[in-house]
C-alpha cells in the first residue's frame, strides 16, 4: 500500500510565533464605510518567535538558555496610528507597547519598516538553521500558536518572504481547546491553561506552549492507561467497535 502524502511524517523546524496588530485580519468597515481587508490596513506592530527544544514525550521546554526567541517591535509612525482599531489602540496603550515602538526599548530588533522586519526574521531563522520548507521532503519550518491563521494572514500581507518561509499549513492549539469544549471531545476532558492575556507576543507565544504541554501531558496520561489495559487484557467498549467493523 502507497503512503498517501497526507499521512507523511515530517522532519520539521518548528516556529512557534505571535503577532501584536493595529486591528484585525479579516475584512474591516472603516468608519467612512469602506470595506478594507484588515491585515493590509491595519498595522503590523510586534513579533514574535519561539524555537522549541521538545523532550522525548513531546513536552516543549521553556528554558530560555535552550529555547532561542526573537522579539521584534516595528517602528510607528503618526500615519499607521491612524489605522489602527479603536480596542488595538487602547489595549496596546495599555500594555506599554505603544510607547515601545516609538522608543525600541525591550525588543531584540527594531525595525524600521516591514521590509527591515522580513530580512531580520529570515536573518534569525538561518542562524538558528531553521530550514525553508519544502513540500517534497517533508522538513523545515512549520508555524504554531494560537488561533495561528491570524498571525499567518499578517504575514502573508505584510511580511510575503517570511510566510513563503513556512509551509502552508500550520498547528493552530487553539483548535484543540474548541474541540476539547465542543461535543466532539468533550468526553475526553482535556483541561487548558488559565492565560494573562496580556497581549505582547512572546509573552503569548509561552502561554501557547504551556497550553499544549497541558494537552500533551493528558494524552500521554491517556495512551499510558491505554498501555496498562492492553497489558492486562482490558478491552474498551471502543476497541470491540472498532474490532467488529
Given at each position: 500500500?502507497s503512503?498517501s502524502n497526507t499521512?507523511?511524517k515530517?522532519n520539521?523546524d518548528?516556529?512557534w510565533?505571535?503577532?501584536?496588530?493595529?486591528?484585525?485580519?479579516?475584512?474591516?468597515?472603516l468608519p467612512?464605510?469602506?470595506r478594507v481587508?484588515?491585515?493590509?490596513?491595519?498595522p503590523?506592530l510586534?513579533?514574535?518567535?519561539?524555537?522549541?527544544?521538545?523532550?522525548d514525550?513531546?513536552?516543549?521546554?521553556?528554558?530560555?538558555?535552550v529555547?532561542p526567541?526573537f522579539?521584534?517591535g516595528?517602528?510607528v509612525?503618526?500615519?499607521?496610528?491612524t489605522r489602527f482599531d479603536?480596542w488595538?489602540?487602547k489595549q496596546?496603550t495599555?500594555?506599554?507597547?505603544?510607547?515601545?515602538l516609538?522608543?525600541?526599548?525591550g525588543?531584540?530588533?527594531f525595525?524600521?519598516?516591514n521590509l527591515d522586519?522580513?530580512t531580520?526574521?529570515?536573518?534569525?531563522?538561518h542562524?538558528n538553521n531553521v530550514?525553508?520548507?519544502?513540500?517534497?521532503e517533508?522538513t523545515?519550518a512549520i508555524?504554531l500558536?494560537?488561533?495561528i491563521?491570524?498571525?499567518m494572514?499578517?504575514f502573508?500581507?505584510q511580511?510575503p518572504?517570511?510566510?513563503?518561509y513556512?509551509?502552508?499549513?500550520?498547528?493552530?492549539v487553539?483548535?484543540?481547546?474548541?474541540m476539547?469544549?465542543?461535543?466532539l471531545?468533550k468526553h475526553?476532558?482535556?483541561?487548558?491553561?488559565?492565560?494573562?492575556l496580556n497581549?505582547?507576543?512572546?509573552?503569548d507565544i509561552?502561554?501557547?506552549?504551556l497550553?499544549?504541554?497541558?494537552?500533551?501531558s493528558q494524552i500521554?496520561n491517556l495512551?499510558?492507561?491505554?498501555?496498562?489495559?492492553?497489558?492486562?487484557g482490558i478491552v474498551?467498549?471502543?476497541d470491540?467497535?472498532l474490532?467488529?467493523?
Amino acid at each position: 500500500m502507497s503512503t498517501s502524502n497526507t499521512t507523511q511524517k515530517y522532519n520539521e523546524d518548528q516556529l512557534w510565533t505571535d503577532v501584536e496588530t493595529g486591528g484585525l485580519a479579516d475584512m474591516t468597515t472603516l468608519p467612512t464605510g469602506e470595506r478594507v481587508y484588515g491585515a493590509l490596513h491595519h498595522p503590523l506592530l510586534e513579533v514574535g518567535i519561539l524555537l522549541p527544544r521538545q523532550f522525548d514525550n513531546g513536552i516543549i521546554s521553556l528554558n530560555n538558555s535552550v529555547c532561542p526567541s526573537f522579539n521584534l517591535g516595528i517602528k510607528v509612525t503618526e500615519e499607521m496610528l491612524t489605522r489602527f482599531d479603536p480596542w488595538a489602540l487602547k489595549q496596546h496603550t495599555k500594555s506599554g507597547l505603544l510607547e515601545r515602538l516609538k522608543t525600541g526599548e525591550g525588543f531584540d530588533y527594531f525595525a524600521e519598516d516591514n521590509l527591515d522586519a522580513e530580512t531580520a526574521i529570515l536573518d534569525f531563522l538561518h542562524s538558528n538553521n531553521v530550514k525553508e520548507f519544502n513540500r517534497e521532503e517533508g522538513t523545515g519550518a512549520i508555524a504554531l500558536g494560537n488561533n495561528i491563521s491570524f498571525d499567518m494572514q499578517f504575514f502573508d500581507a505584510q511580511l510575503p518572504r517570511v510566510r513563503a518561509y513556512m509551509h502552508y499549513r500550520k498547528a493552530d492549539v487553539s483548535s484543540i481547546n474548541v474541540m476539547a469544549r465542543t461535543r466532539l471531545w468533550k468526553h475526553v476532558q482535556l483541561n487548558g491553561v488559565d492565560k494573562a492575556l496580556n497581549h505582547t507576543a512572546l509573552e503569548d507565544i509561552r502561554e501557547s506552549v504551556l497550553e499544549m504541554n497541558a494537552y500533551t501531558s493528558q494524552i500521554n496520561n491517556l495512551l499510558w492507561y491505554k498501555q496498562q489495559a492492553n497489558e492486562l487484557g482490558i478491552v474498551s467498549d471502543m476497541d470491540k467497535c472498532l474490532s467488529d467493523a
